[in-house]
């Protein structure tokens, strides 16, 4: 498949929490010759952790504004609201970028990102070089997918926002499924036989046609990673996945939309109203940011129907407005005016 010049090449790298997914990505930024390269982090439960190793990896040129965290959500849940702002301040930037990391969470589906670029007003703009799932060989090796399963169901445990409870067994064979390359990471740390029981632990949900890296503390040659050149997003409903009959139409039997408010007094009397809505109006989930009156810090709101929690995740930086906006997704046919009556009273 022969990709657009036009468009800006991303890639998607997938896997689990420990696997090595942000390793593998310092050490493409290490060894970037000169190639200017953006990075999309999306992180689960505490903000910020993946991309404060990155931003502080000490590595000339890995500015302030080459990460991007899209905090709280599946990338393919929060993508109508933080993606596509997200492309839009990357393809905006002069020089122009030269490729995007897509580093998802570990509990993520690619599939439905990957599905994203089909959009009106991105398919024109980037595309998908190749998917990357990196994955914990030492883990398979034991028969496990991922080396601190306790750490993995507590990552899932702790977020509310994640729309779904499969297994992980499953993830990691969508996860498998959706790749054009694996990295197969600490594979230093395996004999022949380990070697042959990881990469058996992936027989039958990998094609032939996918190749199996080995990683060693994540130093693979980025023009393995780069420049594959697949445009996946043309190929991806090919790519069989637990989920599909179900992602196909997610998007279309849900609405979601966007609620800035002025900065609250009080967080528990946002968190009331935001549990009356959810109960008044059928809201599923709400996520975002506020501006607490007298506070230099953001806070952080989520909420599963009524059940909601907030917390100061970090103070507002010196180049941002504090402000106050909240992502609400509800069944198709959500009322809006309704909605931001109940949050604005």
Avoid at 67 to 83: H, K, M, P, R, S
Avoid at 126 to 134: F, K, L, S, Y
Avoid at 139 to 168: F, I, N, Y
């Amino acid at each position: 498949m022969t990709v657009s010049f036009d468009r800006v090449p991303c890639t998607v790298v997938t896997g689990f929490l420990g696997a090595g997914k942000t390793t593998l990505i310092r050490n493409v930024l290490e060894r970037a010759n000169g190639k200017r390269i953006a990075i999309i982090v999306n992180e689960f439960g505490d903000v910020g952790i993946d991309g404060e190793i990155l931003r502080n990896c000490g590595i000339e040129g890995c500015a302030d504004d080459d990460v991007l965290e899209l905090a709280n959500g599946c990338i393919c849940c929060t993508v109508a609201d933080d993606f596509v702002p997200a492309l839009d301040k990357i393809l905006s930037r002069e020089p122009r970028v030269d490729h995007i990391l897509i580093e998802t969470s570990g509990l993520a589906l690619p599939k439905p990102l990957v599905q994203a670029f089909n959009w009106p007003n991105v398919k024109n703009r980037v595309t998908v070089d190749g998917v990357v799932a990196v994955v914990d060989g030492p883990a398979l090796a034991e028969g496990k997918v991922a080396t601190d399963m306790e750490a993995l169901e507590r990552q899932r445990a702790a977020d509310e926002s994640l729309d779904h409870d499969d297994p992980v067994e499953e993830v990691f064979e969508d996860q498998v499924a959706c790749a054009d390359l694996i990295i197969l990471s600490k594979a230093d740390l395996l004999d022949e036989q380990a070697l042959a029981r990881a990469k058996g632990a992936m027989a039958g949900h990998l094609s032939d046609a996918v190749k199996v890296v080995h990683g060693m503390n994540g130093n693979v040659d980025p023009s393995v990673l780069l420049g594959l050149g697949f445009a996946v997003e043309n190929d991806i409903e090919n790519r069989k996945t637990h989920h599909d009959g179900v992602l196909d139409h997610e998007h279309d039997d849900f609405d979601t939309f966007v609620v800035e408010l002025p900065a609250i007094a009080s967080p528990d009397e946002l968190a009331r109203k935001v549990a009356l809505a959810a109960e008044a109006e059928n809201v599923l989930r709400l996520k975002g940011f506020a501006h607490v009156e007298g506070k230099p810090m953001r806070l952080l709101v989520q909420a599963v129907g009524p059940r909601v929690t907030h917390h100061y995740d970090r103070p507002w930086k010196a180049d941002e407005a504090p402000s106050t906006r909240l992502v609400v997704i509800g069944l198709k046919g959500l009322d809006r005016a309704a909605v931001e009556k109940l949050l604005a009273a």
